[in-house]
């Protein structure tokens, strides 16, 4: 397998505060990781730091062995790393169509991006196909700021992922959704990403999701990775049932 | 509004609109030139106040390009009309490209603050400049048009408006193509969500400083057809007043569609000179007044007029 994301030493701190305190981590292409860790672990600095949104205060990252340390969320983006995020970052007086067809012409754009039209009829057919790829036709025309939280979540990981990254950091698909809506997104999210081949990272706090979507679990806490491994053997892990999941030390010892 | 009607508006009926002005008195004549004039520099403004930027300060700009035509025919053979509005808004731009790499990271007030700076910067320096006639300015040389230089006065005039009134349509042409560009749909991404379009993997202050310098360009190129129709130049044409009235007419034009700012313009010299004529003691009291009218009963501007009354009328069709 090629490592896709490899971060080394990595550092980062506010303050007195270390978000991200050593980590070292290596990712392969085609995998779907889970992140887990209590609010505040450092999952997200992880995410913001690959993405190019903070930078590390110390170590390396690299992408398919390029050294991508420091590059900006624009840099990042363009060679293939791209983010979902907690809240929907939508262009909120846009609809639906609208959002993606912004994304899809940011996404396709080559020489003389102020003067082709965006509205092309052959971009517009393929962005109603994406659209009806994860669920959302329906609310085509609809202003993105009117949207249920859970189609807002959609529209959020579609426009992401029409600039055919290699990498998906998703954080937090599923949050304030309803458990009901919680499996189908990640279902409809899931099936489309593997169509496009992209290995995924996602934050998430339901372990039931984490459970069934990741093929390896990373689990921070305090700025640290505290257990890398396949997820039933990192959900069974002593420190992780401690301060991620929440247990109590005699629950844990109860087995 | 459909796009259709949309589409006629601009290829058909400002065309036309532009052309019936030949035939307006020949009073009226220099205000239809001075309203497309500054109606070019409040197009650029539209650009910048949909991506959610105001600039106090593109007197700069205007000025910059009417300085261009009455300094450069002292020192160059030029004296194309045409020639001298390209060269003058090629100038202007060239500043914008030049402070936009300063003024695309900023935002929000400190954006329109810093326009006004440079703008008042650029005053300072025509006004302390006796060679560029200081606070009286100077007399700009008659042009040529294509090789022909008009005898009468009016009939310079009269060319002078088919000019300005080519140069906005082109103008009006150009941005309404850029609108519906990738880069164009980006100025109302860019004031909904900045971050989002970083993540998009594009530069959000790339995008502002194009925005920008096409905003400098064209109100370089209104600032070189006022400065003919005038035939002088002076350093009102930079004060923050004249920035200031810019910001005016793009807040009772509306944003909606690029035929607004010209339609805003015409309508403000309008307003001014029967202000002027009829109250000359209270003029500001009227158009001040009118102002306030606008903000508080057509936050959209004039063109909402346009829009809801097409609305209404496709709400009719559609009842029928």
Redesign the interface.
């Known amino acids: 397998m090629t490592a896709i994301l490899r971060a080394e030493s990595l550092y980062k701190s506010f303050g007195a505060v270390n978000a991200a305190d050593n980590i070292n981590v290596s990712i392969d292409e085609g995998e779907v990781i889970g992140v887990i860790g209590a609010n505040g672990a450092g999952k997200t600095t992880f995410v913001n730091m690959v ?1 190019g949104y903070l930078a590390p205060t110390s170590g390396k990252l690299y992408f398919y062995d390029r050294d991508i340390t420091g590059f ?3 840099s990042a ?2 060679i293939g790393i ?2 979902s995020f907690q809240i929907p ?6 609809t639906t169509f ?1 959002n993606l ?3 899809m ?3 396709e ?1 080559g020489a ?8 092309t009829e052959e971009r517009m057919a393929r962005c109603e196909e994406i659209l009806s790829r994860y669920e959302i036709l329906e609310y085509r025309d609809q202003i993105a700021q009117t949207l249920p939280q859970g189609v807002r979540k959609l529209l959020d990981i579609a ?2 992922s029409v ?1 055919n990254p290699k990498m998906l950091m998703l954080d937090e698909p599923t949050s304030g959704v309803t458990a009901a809506e919680k499996f189908s997104i990640m279902d409809i999210v899931v099936t489309a990403l593997r169509q496009q081949d992209v290995t995924i990272l996602f934050v998430e706090h339901d372990m039931e999701i984490v459970s069934r979507y990741a093929t390896r679990v990373l689990a921070f806490y305090d700025g640290r990775i505290i257990a890398d491994a396949k997820p039933e053997d990192a959900l069974a892990d002593e420190q992780v049932r401690q301060f991620v999941i929440g247990e109590t030390a005699h629950a844990i010892a109860a087995g | 509004m459909t796009s259709a009607f949309k589409s006629k508006l601009l290829y058909l009926g400002l065309p036309i609109a532009l052309a019936l002005g030949l035939f307006m008195p020949d009073w009226a004549i220099f205000l239809g030139i001075i309203s497309l004039a500054k109606g070019l520099v409040v197009l650029g403004l539209m650009l910048l106040w949909r991506t959610g930027l105001v600039s106090f300060g593109q007197g700069l700009f205007y000025g910059a390009g009417a300085y261009t035509v009455g300094i450069l025919p002292q020192y160059v053979p030029i004296s194309d009309a045409f020639l001298l509005v390209l060269i003058s808004a090629a100038g202007a731009g060239l500043i914008a490209f030049g402070l936009g790499f300063l003024l695309r990271r900023y935002r929000e007030i400190f954006f329109a603050m810093l326009c006004m700076a440079f703008s008042m910067i650029f005053y300072g320096i025509l006004v302390k400049s006796e060679s560029l006639g200081s606070t009286d300015g100077f007399n700009v040389v008659q042009t040529s048009y294509l090789g022909y230089t008009p005898a009468e006065p009016i009939e310079m005039q009269r060319i002078l408006y088919a000019t300005t009134a080519l140069v906005a349509w082109l103008a009006c042409l150009f941005v309404n193509r850029y609108l519906g560009s990738t880069m164009g749909r980006l100025t109302r991404a860019i004031k909904d969500n900045e971050l989002r379009v970083e993540y998009l993997g594009f530069s959000a202050k790339v995008a502002v400083h194009f925005k920008f310098v096409v905003a400098a360009v064209l109100a370089g190129a209104g600032g070189a057809l006022a400065a003919i129709a005038i035939g002088h130049v002076d350093p009102e044409m930079v004060w923050w007043i004249q920035s200031g009235e810019f910001v005016f007419v793009t807040i009772l034009s509306g944003v909606g569609n690029v035929i607004a700012p010209l339609v805003g313009s015409v309508v403000f010299e309008i307003l001014r000179t029967f202000a002027i004529e009829y109250a000359p003691q209270a003029w500001q009291f009227v158009v001040g007044g009118c102002l306030l009218a606008v903000i508080m009963f057509l936050p959209g501007g004039l063109w909402s007029l346009i829009e809801r009354s097409r609305e209404g009328r496709d709400d009719g069709n559609s009842a029928r």
């Open positions: 993405t900006n969320p624009k983006t363009e791209c983010r970052q939508l262009f909120s007086t846009g609208e067809m912004v994304a012409g940011v996404a754009e003389m991006p102020f003067w082709k039209p965006l509205d426009m992401a600039h």
